[in-house]
C-alpha cells in the first residue's frame, strides 16, 4: 500500500470517527434539551400523571354540623361509625375471608367472597356497621381487611320537628329540610383514604390517615324549642287521631321578631330511617301545601274596612237572615243573622256579611291589603321549598268572585303566611320575616353569622291593629265561634276557619273540609302567635270545634314550657343559652381509686362510669358495646346500674334524662 492509500484511509477513518461523535454529540444535546424541557416545562403535568397512576384516593364522608334548640338541646348530631374496607390483593384465601366476614357482618356470603376475589386495591364490605358488628370484625384479625371511622347522622328524638330538620345522605350530603337548604354551612371537610400501587396496580401501601377524627363543618343554632316543639306535636297528633284526619300543621310564632318556637307538619316520619317511608311524607306541608283558608280570612276584610276608611265601626251590614244572592250564586251562613257590624261579622262569622264588607270596600282595595299582609308571595322563611300561594288579579276578580274571597274562598295560602300574617296583627301592624336559624357558630363555639329580625314593612298603623285585636278577642267570648280556644283567663284574640276543600276535578267537597284557627295570647300583650289546622276531620269539622281545643293546649303549653302562668299573669320568658357547647363535669364514680379514669376507659373495663350531666349525644358517642335504653331527654339526671357497678354484658345501660319520655 503507497503512502497516498494510507493518507486516504487514515483520513476517511477520521472523518467516520468526526460524524459518530456529532452523531452522538448532536443526540446528548437532544436528549439534555428533552430532559430540560420535561423538568422545567412538563413537571407539575408528569408529577400530576404519576400520581394519578400509582395514588387512589377514597373520598369519605365529612362530619357534619351539630343543629341545636334555642337551648343547646341537640336535633341533629354526627356520630362515628365503622366501616369496614378491604384490600383483595392482599388477601390469599377470599373464600375463607370471605365467610368469615360475612359471618360478623350478617352478609351473605357469596357477596362478600365476590368482593374479595377481584384484583382492586381497596373495596367496602361495609358501611356504617354498629359496634357490635365492628368488634366481631376487629376480633377476626382479617389481613387485608381493615375499619375506618365515617361519621353518620343521628337524629336523638327521631320524629321531632323532622320537617324543620330533614335529613342527610350516606354521603353526608344534606337532601331535605335545613340539612339541604343550610348543606354549604353543616357540611364539614372531606377527607380521604390514600393507596399506592406498583407498575402492576398492585396496592403497596395504605395511609392510616382516615382513621383520625373528621374535622366538623360549622353548626346552626335555632328558634325552635324542643319541649314547645314537643308538646305541639303532640297535641297535633291527639288531634288529628281524635277526629281521624288526614293530617295537621301548628305554628307557635314570636310575633316581635318572627322567631318560630315550632313547626309542626303531620303525617311525620325518622330521618334515621328516611328510606323506609314515602317520598311524599318528607313535604313540610306547613310551608309547601296550599289550602283556602276559609272563615280565617275573614280577618284581612276587617283589616281592609279599617285601613280604607270606607267602613265606619258602628255600620250595619244585612246579612240576609243567612241566605243571599249574588252572581248566580246564593251565599249561606250557618245562622240567621239580621244586621251586624263588623265587630259581630267577625264574631258570628257571617260570610253574607263578609262579603257585603267587601262589596263596601271595593276589590281594588281589598287587593292591595292582601297584598300587603304578604298573601301571592314568599315569607322569606330560611328553609327550602315555599310555596307562594295563589291570589289571583284583581282584574280577574267578578262580583261573586270578590264574595268568595271575602270567606277565604278563591285564594290559597299556606299555613305559615296565615300565621306571619296574624303576628303582624298581634305586633301592632308590622310584617316580620319568620325564621328558625338564630345563629352559625364554628366547632370551637366562635359566632360566625346571626340572624336579626326583618321588618319586611307596615301594613297597618298601631291603632287599627289595637282596634282589629279587638274585634278578634270578641270571637273567644261568650257567644264567638272560638269559646274552645280560651286559655284560662287570658284574652285570645283569633279566629275560626272552615273551608271545603277543593275536589281535584273541580269545585268544592261536601264531605271534606280544613278546619283552623289562628291567634295570639295575651290579646292586650301579645307574647306568642298560634296556628293550627286539621285536615279533613271526621265527625266534626268546624274550626272552633276541631283546632279550637288543640289551639288552647298548644298555646298553654307553650306558656309553661317558656315559664308563663298564665292564670297568674306573664312572668320573665327564659333567655336561651349563649353558647353552643357548655363545658361538663367530670364524671365520679363511686370508687374514689376509679375517680379520675375517663367514662369510655371505665367502659372499656366493663364498669358503669357517671354519666350524670352529659348530654345524649355524649353518651352515645362514648357507649362503645354497651347496650342504651334510653327514656326522655336533655342531661342524664338518673341511671342503672349505679356508676362504678359491673357492666356483665349484653346489660342494659338505663338512663332517665331530664324531661321525662319524649
Not at 72 to 83: F, I, P, Y
Not at 580 to 587: E, N, V
Request: glycine share 10%.
Amino acid at each position: 500500500m503507497n503512502a497516498r492509500q494510507e493518507a486516504r484511509e487514515r483520513q476517511w477513518l477520521r472523518l467516520r470517527l468526526w460524524l459518530v461523535g456529532a452523531f452522538f454529540g448532536l443526540a446528548f444535546v437532544v436528549l439534555l434539551g428533552r430532559a430540560v424541557h420535561l423538568q422545567l416545562f412538563q413537571h407539575q403535568e408528569l408529577t400530576a400523571r404519576a400520581q394519578r397512576e400509582f395514588l387512589k384516593q377514597v373520598e369519605i364522608a365529612p362530619r357534619r354540623g351539630i343543629i341545636f334548640d334555642r337551648n343547646q338541646e341537640e336535633l341533629a348530631v354526627s356520630l362515628d361509625t365503622h366501616s369496614v374496607y378491604a384490600s383483595p390483593l392482599k388477601i390469599t384465601q377470599p373464600r375463607g375471608v370471605g365467610r368469615s366476614l360475612a359471618a360478623a357482618l350478617g352478609l351473605p356470603a357469596q357477596e362478600v367472597i365476590k368482593r374479595l376475589s377481584g384484583e382492586k386495591g381497596f373495596v367496602w364490605i361495609a358501611r356504617r356497621v354498629s359496634p357490635d358488628k365492628a368488634e366481631a370484625v376487629k376480633k377476626l384479625e382479617l389481613e387485608g381487611v381493615g375499619l375506618v371511622m365515617e361519621p353518620r347522622r343521628f337524629y336523638p328524638y327521631t320524629t321531632l320537628a323532622c320537617h324543620v330538620l330533614g335529613f342527610a345522605g350516606l354521603d353526608a350530603r344534606g337532601l331535605e329540610g335545613l340539612e339541604k337548604g343550610h348543606d354549604r354551612v353543616l357540611k364539614g371537610q372531606s377527607h380521604t383514604l390514600t393507596s399506592l400501587r406498583d407498575a402492576l396496580g398492585r396496592t403497596i401501601h395504605l395511609t392510616p390517615a382516615a382513621l383520625t377524627k373528621l374535622p366538623e363543618g360549622n353548626h346552626l343554632m335555632l328558634t325552635l324549642d324542643k319541649g314547645i316543639q314537643y308538646r305541639a306535636e303532640k297535641i297535633l297528633a291527639e288531634t288529628v287521631a281524635k277526629y281521624r284526619a288526614k293530617g295537621g300543621q301548628a305554628i307557635v310564632m314570636i310575633p316581635q321578631t318572627g322567631e318560630i318556637l315550632a313547626l309542626a307538619s303531620l303525617p311525620a316520619f325518622n330521618p334515621n330511617v328516611f328510606a323506609s317511608y314515602p317520598q311524599e311524607v318528607y313535604r313540610n306541608r306547613v310551608l309547601t301545601d296550599t289550602y283556602e283558608p276559609g272563615s280565617t280570612f275573614k280577618t284581612f276584610v276587617a283589616a281592609a274596612a279599617l285601613m280604607s276608611h270606607k267602613v265606619t265601626l258602628d255600620q250595619l251590614f244585612d246579612c240576609e237572615q243567612g241566605a243571599w244572592q249574588i252572581g248566580g250564586r246564593t251565599i249561606h251562613d250557618t245562622h240567621e243573622y239580621g244586621k251586624l257590624n263588623l265587630a259581630d261579622v267577625i264574631k258570628l262569622s257571617s260570610n253574607i256579611g263578609a262579603a257585603k264588607v267587601g262589596q263596601t270596600i271595593g276589590a281594588d282595595e281589598l287587593y292591595k291589603t292582601i297584598q300587603a299582609f304578604g298573601f301571592g308571595q314568599g315569607t322569606g322563611v330560611d328553609l327550602p321549598g315555599e310555596s307562594r300561594g295563589i291570589l289571583r288579579p284583581v282584574g280577574a276578580w267578578r262580583p261573586v268572585e270578590l264574595a268568595n274571597i271575602c270567606f277565604g274562598h278563591g285564594v290559597a295560602v299556606t299555613a305559615l303566611q296565615m300565621a306571619q300574617a296574624f303576628a303582624a296583627i298581634a305586633n301592632g301592624g308590622v310584617l316580620m320575616r319568620p325564621y328558625v336559624v338564630r345563629a352559625e357558630v364554628d366547632s370551637s363555639g366562635h359566632l360566625i353569622a346571626e340572624t336579626q329580625p326583618r321588618v319586611v314593612r307596615r301594613v297597618m298603623s298601631a291603632r287599627e291593629a289595637r282596634i282589629l285585636t279587638g274585634m278578634l278577642q270578641r270571637v273567644t267570648e261568650e257567644g264567638g265561634t272560638g269559646t274552645r280556644a280560651r286559655v284560662g283567663s287570658l284574652p285570645v284574640a283569633g279566629k275560626t276557619g272552615t273551608a271545603q276543600k277543593v275536589n281535584p276535578g273541580g269545585g268544592y267537597s261536601r264531605s271534606e273540609y280544613m278546619a283552623s284557627f289562628m291567634g295570639f295570647l295575651p290579646a292586650d300583650n301579645p307574647q306568642i302567635v298560634v296556628a293550627v289546622i286539621i285536615d279533613t276531620p271526621r265527625g266534626q269539622h268546624y274550626g272552633g270545634v276541631v283546632a279550637g281545643p288543640a289551639f288552647s293546649q298548644i298555646a298553654r303549653a307553650s306558656l309553661d314550657v317558656l315559664g308563663w302562668q298564665p292564670e297568674a299573669g306573664l312572668q320573665t320568658a327564659r333567655e336561651p343559652k349563649a353558647a353552643p357547647a357548655p363545658a361538663l363535669a367530670k364524671a365520679k364514680p363511686l370508687d374514689p381509686e376509679l375517680a379520675e379514669m375517663e367514662p369510655k376507659h371505665l367502659l372499656a373495663l366493663g364498669l358503669a362510669p357517671d354519666l350524670t350531666g352529659y348530654t345524649l349525644r355524649q353518651v352515645l358517642d362514648m357507649s362503645g358495646m354497651v347496650r342504651l335504653s334510653l327514656q326522655g331527654w336533655g342531661r342524664v339526671v338518673a341511671q342503672e346500674p349505679a356508676p362504678g357497678r359491673p357492666l356483665s354484658k349484653g346489660l342494659s345501660l338505663r338512663l332517665a334524662p331530664q324531661g321525662g319520655g319524649a
